[in-house]
């Protein structure tokens, strides 16, 4: 079946560090990829997206390329500021409308 | 103008009681979910409807209870409430691909989440 694996955390980073948290996932077909982050007390929203192979999603510093033939989507920053301290999710929605996601990484960024 | 809104933000309440949590979404999505969220972050989709019907029904007891009244509201009932079920509740919806021309790149879009504590 569809699955999403994402690292596992904490991931604990200086500010002005580079970020990646990788994200692999199973699917059939084409499906969409996602990222999500959840600050504490919220809930999870939309940070980008790629939607075919190559496709490059990008919001706020934060990149990820779908790449199909490693079935990664892994999230990038060059430098973190305190603020991106939060808890990230990986996710895909299949050509049967369902969503998966990945359990989640939780970043901490120290000042 | 909040896109999808559910209430109450906090719920605590005692064992063996019954509850509502209420969602609503302005966004004029066709489809609507519930999840739930442990203590470890961990999601897990309980229901989804479309245009008032239930889609997915995930292995979730028979004391949660979805109710649809249109497809703006997806409310979620709870009976005889256990320790177990203390975890975050989300209220999510997403576009029809049919009515996207076949697009599956709609996103989830999220509430603020229900903390519910049972004590």
């Known amino acids: 079946g569809n699955s999403v694996t994402q690292m596992e955390g904490p991931v604990t980073l200086s500010e002005e560090a580079f970020l990646t948290i990788n994200c692999t996932y199973t699917?059939?077909?084409?499906?969409?990829l996602f990222w999500y982050v959840q600050y504490p007390g919220e809930g999870l929203q939309l940070l980008l997206k790629?939607?075919?192979?190559?496709d490059k999603g990008s919001n706020k510093g934060f990149e990820a390329t779908y790449r199909k033939e490693t079935t990664s989507f892994h999230l990038e920053k060059g430098s973190v500021q305190v603020s991106d301290s939060a808890v990230y999710f990986c996710?895909?929605?299949?050509?049967?409308?369902?969503?998966?996601f990945g359990s989640g990484t939780k970043l901490n960024v120290k000042p | 103008d909040t896109a999808v809104s559910q209430t109450p933000k906090y719920l605590v309440t005692q064992m063996g009681n019954d509850k509502s949590i209420k969602c609503e979404q302005n966004?004029?999505?066709?489809?609507m979910y519930w999840y739930k969220q442990d203590s470890k972050k961990f999601l897990k989709i309980m229901f989804s409807?479309?245009?008032?019907?239930?889609?997915i029904n995930e292995t979730v007891p028979n004391r949660f209870s979805p109710k649809s009244p249109d497809k703006a509201h997806l409310n979620l009932h709870i009976n005889s409430l256990e320790l177990g079920d203390s975890a975050v509740y989300f209220c999510a919806s997403s576009q029809d691909p049919e009515s996207l021309s076949g697009n599956y790149n709609s996103p989830l879009h999220f509430g603020n989440g229900t903390r519910l504590t049972v004590t």
């Open positions: 699917a059939t077909g084409y499906p969409s």
């Open positions: 966004l004029g999505h066709d489809t």
């Open positions: 409807y479309n245009n008032k019907e239930l889609i």
């Open positions: 996710a895909l929605r299949d050509n049967f409308n369902k969503f998966y």
């Open positions: 790629a939607t075919k192979a190559d």
